[in-house]
């Protein structure tokens, strides 16, 4: 263990003194028994996300991730490369058994990111039990990513994941770089953080250099010699980690001038559309909703801002000025518990803007509290809680890309946010009969909370919610397998199977034109061939010039004999003329064979395949 700070030293001697020592017997057991108690009650989320990974499907985003994994060498134009990490590990292309593996790899990356706060906090939850219930409640927010976002293996996910273990990593190395004194141990965290860092760098790039730079900045500042030859060597390891993934990408994955050329096309067809980085706008965009969304939860934030100040501004002696803050603290919390009410009694639920809102809020709350502190408290220990505010709460913000319109998703996975905000009031407190109250609390909010989420709550782009996904499909395309989804989703994709199992095409695949833009997810599912990007967009404004972009580098011959959906009542479905102009004669040279109603769609998808070579039509 590395040396602690004074800050550090005193948490732990009221650690002992808030627990019973060796030979009070029974005492201690009780103690021991109510921390495991605790951490599992954190550990029903993850639970409850396990025994539903094979429910829910969302034919949009879901057919675009399975899409690119299953069929990454017909990809021609793609800004992400996030299938090389996935396609580095021993897998298929199965639906249920990816969610698995993210599954299992959010609990890998929990634990990384779990071992690193214990590490840099000084907190042995071996010999705690606070210490241990802080550790398991930890290790289970990183599911916290599961109460917007269903377990598929997408560039979001694997970003996620990414920063968990990274920030965790981060954490580890400063710990001991305090302590001035590194082993094989340390260079050999050096080389797996440089190795996962590159991969960020191809799930989402822009998250990764602003992680880098704090990283840096952070690390600088806890080294006991910041420009030490140990911090030469482990830039040096670090460095090599990240050759070593670039070799491995290279010679077990695909060459790296292939990756360059896709993602050279990605970022041109990416300046067609339009979706340009642009952080301020999205940033802008979500505080405006922010305002418009969030008047109805002013006392939730304002029993925030008091409960913070209440908390952290402890070396405000003048009791009158303590018990205002008491009184606006129980008037806010009260406030919030009249929200509440509301809601279940009308049945309705928080939107994510407003959860996110709250997040972001309190995330700042704490962090001003904390600057106060230190500017007028004298604590020199608090900037080490700054940084850590700013090294986990920043990158996770921008996790889901700074172009990205909603940026209130990556607050709403909030698994940082919780877990720095309850390490920053225990260190603000400095007491622990509180903190045992704040984690019986929130264990016990844990449960019910996850309970309604994951039963009544839709998750991203479910028509219904996961209690509603109990009808059982098979999925003809990819690598097959069942799910249970609604029943208006397995009605779509049925009809689709069954036309499939009648007309599925004889020899070499055909190719899927997605005139719709609406369901890439039937490309996997007939086994059809991708027109150079796994999901053809029709519902933006520059959508028919990208579908133009994509053309001009395809074979026309190689189209003739394509499948086409269409959505001709959408408003912005693909305009046909881009096919005629390369010799593609629809819809005259086309018969419709399919009409069926997608989920979260009030317009019909069209299904056609040309005339010569097929059986006679039928719908």
């Not at 639970?47 to 690119?68: C, K, M, Q, S």
Request: hydrophobic letters at 50%; aromatic letters at 14%; glycine letters at 10%.
């Amino acid at each position: 263990m590395g040396t602690m700070t004074n800050n550090d030293k005193n948490f732990a001697e009221q650690a002992k003194s808030a627990v019973p020592r060796q030979g009070q017997g029974q005492g201690q057991g009780l103690y021991w028994f109510l921390a495991l108690l605790i951490g599992a009650l954190f550990w029903v989320l993850p639970l409850l996300v396990f025994v539903n990974l094979g429910r829910g499907l969302d034919i949009a985003d879901t057919g675009h991730y399975y899409n690119t994994l299953s069929r990454f060498s017909e990809i021609r134009s793609m800004s992400s490369q996030y299938y090389v990490l996935w396609n580095m590990l021993p897998i298929g292309e199965g639906v249920l058994e990816n969610r698995l593996w993210v599954f299992g790899l959010f609990w890998l990356a929990g634990g990384v990111f779990s071992f690193g706060v214990i590490r840099f906090f000084g907190l042995d939850y071996r010999k705690s039990p606070a210490n241990l219930a802080a550790f398991l409640a930890i290790w289970a927010s990183v599911y916290l990513y599961y109460f917007w976002w269903l377990p598929d293996p997408s560039y979001n996910a694997m970003a996620v994941i990414l920063l968990y273990a990274l920030s965790g990593l981060v954490l580890w190395l400063c710990a001991i770089a305090r302590t001035g004194i590194a082993g094989k141990f340390f260079y050999g965290l050096a080389l797996l953080t440089g190795f996962l860092l590159a991969g960020l760098v191809l799930s989402r790039a822009t998250s990764a250099v602003l992680f880098f730079g704090l990283a840096v900045g952070f690390y600088l500042s806890q080294a006991k010699s910041a420009w030490s030859g140990m911090t030469l060597k482990l830039a040096g390891f670090g460095l090599l980690g990240g050759v070593l993934f670039l070799l491995l990408t290279h010679f077990a994955v695909e060459p790296l001038s292939v990756i360059w050329d896709r993602q050279m096309a990605g970022l041109e067809m990416r300046q067609i559309r339009g979706r340009h980085t642009d952080v301020f706008g999205a940033i802008s965009r979500f505080l405006r909703d922010i305002g418009v969304e969030s008047r109805a939860y002013l006392p939730w934030i304002f029993a925030s801002i008091a409960g913070a100040v209440f908390a952290g501004l402890k070396y405000v002696q003048s009791k009158s000025v303590r018990q205002v803050l008491f009184v606006m603290s129980a008037i806010g919390f009260l406030g919030m518990a009249v929200k509440f009410g509301t809601h279940y009694r009308d049945g309705q639920y928080p939107r994510d803007v407003e959860v996110s809102g709250y997040l972001l809020v309190l995330a700042l709350v704490l962090l001003a509290t904390l600057l106060l502190r230190h500017v007028f408290g004298g604590d020199k220990t608090v900037r080490g809680r700054i940084a850590i505010l700013i090294l986990l709460v920043m990158p996770y913000i921008f996790a889901f890309g700074t172009g990205n319109l909603w940026l209130k998703q990556s607050l709403f996975s909030g698994g940082f946010l919780v877990a720095v905000c309850v390490l920053s009031l225990i260190f603000l407190r400095k007491s622990l009969p509180i903190y045992w109250h704040m984690s019986v609390l929130a264990a016990l909010l844990c449960v019910p909370y996850s309970v309604y989420q994951l039963a009544q709550n839709k998750p991203y782009r479910l028509p219904a919610p996961l209690s509603a996904q109990t009808t059982q499909i098979s999925i003809r395309g990819g690598a097959g397998g069942t799910l249970k989804v609604d029943a208006v989703t397995a009605k779509y994709l049925n009809q689709m199977g069954q036309f499939y199992d009648q007309f599925g095409a004889d020899g070499e695949r055909a190719y899927l034109i997605d005139l719709s833009g609406m369901s890439p997810f039937l490309a996997y599912h007939l086994d059809a061939k991708l027109m150079s990007v796994p999901w053809l967009i029709a519902t933006e404004k520059t959508s028919q010039n990208t579908f133009a972009f994509i053309l001009a580098r395809m074979d026309a011959n190689a189209l003739k004999s394509a499948w086409i959906i269409d959505a001709p009542e959408h408003k912005r479905h693909l305009d046909g003329a881009a096919l005629r102009a390369i010799g593609i004669d629809f819809p005259d040279g086309y018969e419709l064979v399919l009409k069926a109603r997608p989920p979260r769609s009030q317009k019909d998808v069209l299904l056609y395949r040309p005339k010569p070579g097929y059986s006679k039509s039928h719908e």
